[in-house]
């Protein structure tokens, strides 16, 4: 066994013990176990797992702690797996050399702006846990190409930019579990570029991961180019993010404008934008993404979709956003189901919050439970809002006391609404219409649901001729 101190080390928290630690895992056996101490850092560890073999880095049950006083990674490890996680794939010096490294119980403290905790690069089946990582840059940053990654039982908290990041990775089957990612100022988790799939992200604390600052004054286009924080955050407008499940999990934080819960954005594709038939178009890079079970809340927005495809949200609580609860543009094929959307403040503050899809296709909204929606303007808007949209439905939906109106399309074909309830049960009602169409909206059905409490029309459709009938009235 390797015992670190026997190599050198000090681990005083002021000596640098860089250079002890590194001989270490060149010179012992392949593991770095740290006795409890703090050992200070001004150089990457670097596990090469091509050169030594088989790696680990063990503390003592969380009381050994790895202070990085430079840039880089405070851990670095590298191994060479090309494939896939298809076992023909893989080459046989992965298996006899690299396989399954393991990082745990251990806590990494930046003490550099430009720090990193743990850093991977062509590993296959690595696992993080038990560890704390805090005051770097980047908690844990995935590059080049890793697989079948696990973290699990980890602190990433209070770094400068992001707690666990895929940075322009090739990554397929990983998993986040049991993990508390917290306080990160850009991300809690984020996917930029790469080529991402099989993620599960189930069971865990993601919270306050947004720089307090925010983009207060910002236009909605800038908004859209520059955002704010995230709790999650996919970026694939220059890479892939599929086969993702997002459940289980409790996510919030502190309203940032511009911020979201979850954001998810894809490469622009053309989208039918009404057409009479669907146009071609390019492959989406975001898509097939699960969220389900969660709790959502305290931000800007909760969900934000741009170019993405295929999402289910089902089955969500979702709380005090500050602007909507849920956002899609350029979006199709999005299930949005089961869902309670809760305003807990007082009666006497404003009321606030909504969802609304532009030139989307084929979204539907079913079982959905809202109250007190204030989404849009007494000119344009409503809880529930629908703009260039084609071959959507809304259906069995409870939307209760909105304050403009309930819900809106705009410019919108063959959307179906039928069985909803949109009423307004105030004393003295404040939305102004329950259901409003207009615009070059056409070939629409609005059939069987109930209405009662707009001051001025229950149902007001101003589109060319749509199938409309068999709606109660309730004055």
Same mark, same amino acid.
């Given at each position: 066994?390797s015992?670190?101190?026997?190599?050198?080390?000090?681990?005083?928290?002021?000596?640098?013990?860089?250079?002890?630690?590194?001989?270490?895992?060149?010179? /012992?056996?392949?593991?770095l176990?740290?006795?409890k101490?703090?050992?200070?850092i001004?150089k990457?560890?670097?596990?090469d797992l091509t050169?030594?073999?088989f +790696?680990?880095?063990?503390?003592?049950g969380?009381?050994?702690?790895i202070v990085?006083?430079a840039?880089?990674?405070?851990?670095?490890?590298?191994?060479?797996?090309?494939?896939?996680?298809?076992?023909?794939?893989v080459?046989a010096?992965?298996w006899?050399?690299?396989?399954?490294p393991a990082?745990?119980?251990?806590?990494?403290v930046?003490e550099?702006?430009d720090?990193?905790g743990?850093?991977?690069?062509?590993?296959?089946?690595?696992?993080?846990?038990?560890?704390?990582?805090?005051?770097?840059r980047? +908690?844990?940053?995935?590059v080049?190409r890793n697989r079948?990654?696990?973290?699990?039982d980890?602190?990433?908290?209070?770094?400068?930019?992001?707690g &666990?990041f895929?940075?322009?990775?090739?990554?397929?089957?990983?998993?986040v579990?049991?993990?508390?990612?917290?306080?990160?100022?850009?991300?809690?988790i984020?996917?930029?570029? /790469?080529?991402?799939h099989?993620?599960?992200?189930?069971?865990n604390d993601?919270e306050?991961n !947004?720089?307090?600052?925010?983009?207060? +004054?910002?236009s909605?286009?800038?908004?859209?180019?520059?955002?704010?924080?995230?709790?999650?955050?996919?970026d694939?407008?220059? +890479?892939?993010?599929?086969?993702?499940?997002?459940?289980?999990?409790?996510?919030?934080?502190?309203?940032q404008t511009?911020?979201?819960?979850?954001?998810?954005v894809?490469v622009?594709?053309e989208?039918?934008?009404?057409?009479?038939?669907?146009?071609?178009q390019?492959e989406?890079?975001?898509?097939l993404?699960n969220?389900?079970?969660?709790v &959502?809340?305290?931000?800007?927005?909760?969900?934000?979709?741009? !170019?993405?495809?295929?999402?289910?949200i089902t089955?969500?609580t979702?709380?005090d956003?500050?602007d909507l609860?849920?956002?899609?543009?350029?979006?199709?094929?999005?299930?949005?189901?089961g !869902?309670?959307?809760?305003?807990?403040?007082?009666d006497?503050?404003?009321?606030?919050?909504?969802?609304?899809?532009?030139?989307?296709?084929?979204?539907l909204?079913?079982?959905?439970?809202?109250?007190?929606f204030?989404?849009g303007?007494a000119e344009?808007g409503?809880?529930?809002?629908?703009?260039?949209?084609?071959?959507?439905?809304?259906?069995?939906c409870?939307? &209760?006391?909105?304050?403009?109106?309930g819900?809106?399309l705009?410019?919108?074909?063959?959307c179906?609404?039928?069985n909803?309830?949109?009423?307004?049960?105030?004393?003295?009602p404040?939305?102004?219409?329950?259901?409003?169409v %207009?615009g070059k909206?056409?070939?629409? %059905?609005?059939r069987?649901n109930?209405?009662?409490?707009?001051?001025?029309?229950? =149902?007001?459709?101003?589109?060319?001729?749509?199938?409309?009938?068999?709606?109660? =009235?309730?004055?």
């Amino acid at each position: 066994m390797s015992n670190v101190f026997g190599f050198g080390a000090v681990g005083d928290g002021i000596a640098d013990d860089t250079q002890a630690l590194q001989h270490t895992l060149d010179a /012992g056996d392949g593991v770095l176990r740290l006795n409890k101490g703090t050992y200070r850092i001004t150089k990457p560890l670097v596990l090469d797992l091509t050169k030594t073999g088989f +790696g680990a880095v063990r503390g003592e049950g969380g009381t050994s702690r790895i202070v990085m006083a430079a840039a880089g990674p405070a851990i670095r490890v590298i191994g060479d797996h090309q494939g896939t996680a298809v076992p023909s794939s893989v080459q046989a010096h992965t298996w006899n050399m690299e396989r399954f490294p393991a990082i745990n119980g251990i806590e990494i403290v930046g003490e550099h702006a430009d720090s990193v905790g743990i850093e991977l690069r062509k590993t296959m089946k690595c696992v993080i846990s038990q560890v704390l990582i805090r005051r770097c840059r980047i +908690g844990v940053h995935l590059v080049e190409r890793n697989r079948d990654f696990l973290l699990a039982d980890a602190h990433l908290y209070d770094n400068h930019e992001i707690g &666990l990041f895929f940075d322009r990775c090739n990554l397929h089957q990983t998993i986040v579990h049991g993990c508390h990612i917290s306080w990160n100022k850009v991300a809690g988790i984020k996917s930029l570029a /790469g080529d991402v799939h099989n993620l599960q992200i189930v069971g865990n604390d993601i919270e306050y991961n !947004n720089a307090t600052a925010g983009g207060a +004054g910002k236009s909605p286009a800038e908004l859209a180019q520059h955002p704010g924080g995230s709790e999650i955050w996919f970026d694939a407008t220059d +890479g892939v993010i599929s086969e993702v499940t997002i459940s289980g999990n409790t996510i919030q934080a502190t309203v940032q404008t511009g911020g979201a819960n979850i954001r998810i954005v894809g490469v622009e594709v053309e989208r039918p934008q009404c057409a009479d038939a669907p146009t071609t178009q390019k492959e989406d890079t975001a898509h097939l993404i699960n969220i389900t079970g969660n709790v &959502l809340g305290s931000q800007w927005r909760a969900i934000e979709l741009r !170019n993405a495809s295929r999402v289910t949200i089902t089955g969500n609580t979702i709380y005090d956003s500050a602007d909507l609860s849920v956002f899609a543009a350029r979006s199709a094929g999005i299930i949005v189901n089961g !869902n309670s959307f809760v305003w807990r403040g007082q009666d006497s503050e404003p009321t606030k919050d909504g969802l609304r899809f532009e030139d989307c296709d084929s979204v539907l909204l079913s079982g959905l439970a809202t109250q007190r929606f204030c989404a849009g303007s007494a000119e344009r808007g409503a809880a529930v809002t629908f703009v260039r949209c084609s071959d959507c439905g809304v259906s069995d939906c409870q939307i &209760l006391d909105p304050l403009h109106r309930g819900l809106e399309l705009e410019d919108c074909v063959r959307c179906r609404v039928a069985n909803n309830t949109i009423v307004d049960r105030r004393t003295q009602p404040k939305m102004r219409q329950a259901i409003r169409v %207009l615009g070059k909206s056409r070939n629409n %059905l609005i059939r069987g649901n109930i209405l009662s409490g707009a001051t001025d029309k229950l =149902l007001d459709d101003r589109s060319d001729p749509s199938e409309v009938g068999d709606n109660l =009235l309730l004055r």
